[in-house]
């Protein structure tokens, strides 16, 4: 039973010598948990449990909605800082892909709400545009960004702001030889 003891005590040591959280450039990041965690491609997934929404230096925006599953349709909600340039009124542009759905555009005292469905149609660090509008000749360019797995992988952790809606029909299943009702 001593043995188990001092090894544990041994861990723990090992652990917080791990975690740098005293250190002043750390100390931005938030979460202290950060340092004990092994797997490094995840960390940009910790700093916060929702949809991620930056602001890049011409004014675009890029909105990380973390890991999804392929072949499965998702509604995601983000909220954009208030854009000078476009007003209040904001509307979607028409956008060529087929994966990425603007269902709605509401104000808010902050910015706007932007309801979108989105397919995860392929797997990997996929992006899609979507384009808004306002009253004036401009607009601002919102890339969405998703991690898609594939359906080995088991089931994501959705951020808040991502709700699944539906799953896609995999045609290179068992349902393939289905023809339909005659």
């Known amino acids: ?16 010598s791990q ?10 990041h938030g979460h202290p948990q950060e340092g004990t965690h092994g797997h490094v491609h995840f960390q940009e997934q910790l700093h916060d449990s929702a949809v991620m929404v930056t602001e890049d230096k011409d004014g675009h925006f890029l909105v990380k909605v ?10 995601i909600t983000f909220v954009l800082p208030l854009v000078p340039s476009l007003g209040r009124d904001i509307c979607p542009l028409p956008v060529p892909s087929p994966n990425l759905r603007v269902i709605s555009v509401t104000s808010l005292p ?3 709400s932007v309801r979108c469905e ?17 009253h004036g000749p401009s607009h601002i360019k919102v890339t969405v960004q998703a991690r898609v797995m594939d359906r080995h992988h088991g089931t994501p952790m959705l951020l ?7 799953a896609e029909l995999e045609y290179d299943s068992e349902q393939s030889d289905w023809h339909g009702f005659d």
């Open 118 to 134: 989105y397919t995860a149609h392929k797997e990997g660090v996929l992006r899609e545009e979507l384009l808004l509008a306002g």
């Open 66 to 75: 973390g890991f999804l599953k392929i072949l499965h349709k998702y509604e």
């Open 19 to 28: 975690g740098t959280q005293g250190h002043p450039r750390e100390g931005t």
């Open 110 to 112: 902050e910015g706007h």
């Open 160 to 166: 808040d702001g991502v709700r699944c809606v539906g």
């Open 1 to 16: 039973a001593v043995t188990a003891g001092s090894k544990a005590k041994g861990s723990g040591v090992r652990f917080a």
